[in-house]
T-cell receptor, first 113, second 114 residues
């Protein structure tokens, strides 16, 4: 079975500051890793994913995440956040070859002016 | 591009009533998933279907049932509703043989049980 730990339930940050949202996973088999974002009162949107190959993956809106197998981590980073990045961010994992996603408990990113 | 369509978007029911949520997956997606997200909680997997057959089952209560129809749309039926069933219910879809099996979520259906 897989599990995901998001250590920070809430991360407050000022606009234009860098941010890192931490995600650690546990699995006895190979996994795919995902970050989803949920804006207030909206659904889940895929932000980025790691399947294989380069351990650094990027999204179109400036986020990036790096897969670290030895540390079983997939931390999400952005060098300069905007007010509009305020949302709940969920890290998720699925075992390769299977479909079900297992989510972490989420990290609320609060960006203030 | 077409996304996962869920209906209704909002639903209010009384305790012990029945509710039905509908989901229309992205065209040509062969797998449908249902997730439940309680207030302030992470999404919890309920059940999934591949080619109209149940493929996996999670923490779905016995009071709930689901099926996928020949046109690939899916319905989640919830009976004897309890206050604790109030949640955001997500439907999602994917292509099983797609590398990485990226799962796309709908906007969700808000169920409030009063």
């Amino acid at each position: 079975a897989q599990s995901v730990t998001q250590l920070d339930s809430q991360v407050p940050v000022f606009e234009e500051a860098p941010v890192e949202l931490r995600c650690n996973y546990s699995s006895s088999v190979s996994v795919y890793l995902f970050w989803y974002v949920q804006y207030p009162n909206q659904g889940l949107q895929l932000l980025l994913k790691y399947l294989s190959g380069s351990t650094l993956v990027e999204s179109i809106n400036g986020f990036e995440a790096e897969f670290n197998k030895s540390q079983t981590s997939f931390h999400l980073r952005k060098p300069s956040v905007h007010i509009s990045d305020t949302a709940e961010y969920f890290c998720a994992v699925s075992a390769t070859g299977f479909q079900k996603l297992v989510f972490g408990t989420g990290t609320r990113l609060l960006v203030s002016p | 591009a077409a996304g996962v369509i869920q209906s209704p978007r909002h639903l209010i029911k009384e305790k012990r009533e029945t509710a039905t949520l509908k989901c229309y997956p992205i065209p040509r997606h062969d797998t449908v998933y249902w997730y439940q997200q309680g207030p302030g909680q992470d999404p919890q997997f309920l059940i999934s279907f591949y080619e109209k057959m149940q493929s996996d089952k999670g923490s779905i209560p016995d009071r709930f049932s689901a099926q996928q129809f020949s046109d690939y749309h899916s319905e989640l039926n919830m009976s004897s509703l309890e206050l604790g069933d109030s949640a955001l219910y997500f439907c999602a879809s994917s292509v099983l043989r797609d590398h990485g099996n990226t799962i796309y979520f709908g906007e969700g259906s808000w169920l409030t049980v009063v």
